[in-house]
């Protein structure tokens, strides 16, 4: 993996624990067993991480809750 797409993960990965009030690695295995981070995040990395993070904590919710996974 390229570090640039390495270190947007861990930068989204964060922002996501931030707003679920959760520890980092509690985010991490959410984003982890729903494959979040291979289907969604490496995948279109060139369009989000142009995007703002709001905006992109919005989209990983609304992919996990179409998996249901509530957060």
């Known amino acids: 993996m390229p570090k640039p797409v390495f ?3 861990i930068y989204i990965l964060h922002a996501c624990a ?3 009030s959760v520890f980092p690695s ?3 295995k959410k984003l982890k067993d729903s ?3 291979n289907k969604l995040l490496v995948p279109y990395y060139d369009i989000m991480h142009t995007q703002s993070t709001s905006y992109i904590v919005g ?3 609304e ?3 179409a998996r ?3 957060v």
């Open 63 to 65: 992919y996990l809750a």
């Open 18 to 20: 931030e707003k679920w």
């Open 59 to 61: 989209d990983i919710e």
């Open 68 to 70: 249901g996974v509530s």
């Open 26 to 28: 509690a985010a991490y």
């Open 7 to 9: 270190e947007f993960i």
């Open 35 to 37: 494959d979040c981070i």
